[in-house]
């Protein structure tokens, strides 16, 4: 088992919907969560950074984490053809490397 | 405030030969990661410096191997290049933990 699942997709939708993405781990010591976006050709830009359970949000994105579950969540809202790129989970433990543990990214297509 | 910065950008390469590939961190930032992202294993962790010691390494073969200057830049090597080498090799910085890291554009390497 992976330590770290997403779904590859792809996922299309129409502009203006709602995206939700997720990803499921299997290592309990992982404690910061991150959501990542990447371009085509491009380094992945990150889009949220949340430590242990909870929500955030920032504008039309919202992160959740449920610890319990092993499962972290990134909502986009009144998504946008600008949104249209692959989105990466990322995740790593408490201790003092930075080392983070990616899933293999969601790619997602906004149609206008 | 100028990003994460990777030289080259693209490099072809043969079989058998070595490469160097170069990062700049963000100003300040004094922990260095690289990684590796090839569309079937996504991104992997390659290793971390910070204040120009090792402090954790990645599943991969002695032939990758890197350092980390006084003014926290840093390079990769790889040695003997194999085929299988082709990938975006990505460099991210940060201020160190629990500081998220920060993705520069990367360098695409071609091994023919």
């Known amino acids: 088992q992976k330590e770290v699942e997403q779904d590859p997709g792809p996922l299309s939708v129409p502009e203006g919907a709602i995206v939700s993405l997720n990803c499921t781990y299997s290592n309990s010591a992982f404690q910061y969560f991150m959501w990542y976006r990447q371009y085509s050709r491009k380094g992945p830009e990150l889009l949220m950074y949340?430590?242990?359970?909870g929500n955030k949000e920032d504008g039309r994105f919202t992160a959740q984490v449920d610890k319990s579950s092993k499962y972290i969540s990134l909502f986009i809202r009144d998504s946008q053809p600008s949104d249209s790129a692959t989105y990466l989970c990322a995740m790593r433990d408490q201790g003092g490397s930075e080392k983070l543990v990616f899933g293999k990214g969601t790619k997602l297509t906004v149609n206008p | 405030k100028a990003g994460v910065t990777q030289t080259p950008r693209y490099l072809i390469k043969t079989r058998g030969q070595q490469v160097t590939l170069s990062c700049s961190p963000i100003?300040?930032?004094?922990?260095v990661s690289w990684y590796q992202q090839t569309p079937g294993q996504g991104l992997q962790f390659l290793f971390e410096?910070?204040?120009?010691?090792?402090?954790n390494k990645g599943n991969f073969p002695g032939r990758f191997s890197g350092r980390q200057f006084s003014n926290s830049r840093s390079e990769m090597n790889v040695s003997t290049l194999e085929l299988g080498d082709s990938a975006l090799y990505l460099c991210?910085?940060?201020?160190?933990?629990?500081?998220?890291?920060?993705f520069g554009p990367g360098t695409r390497l071609t091994v023919l």
């Open positions: 410096y910070f204040s120009e010691t090792q402090r």
């Open positions: 991210a910085s940060s201020w160190g933990p629990p500081d998220t890291q920060y």
């Open positions: 949340t430590y242990s359970s």
């Open positions: 100003s300040g930032h004094r922990s």
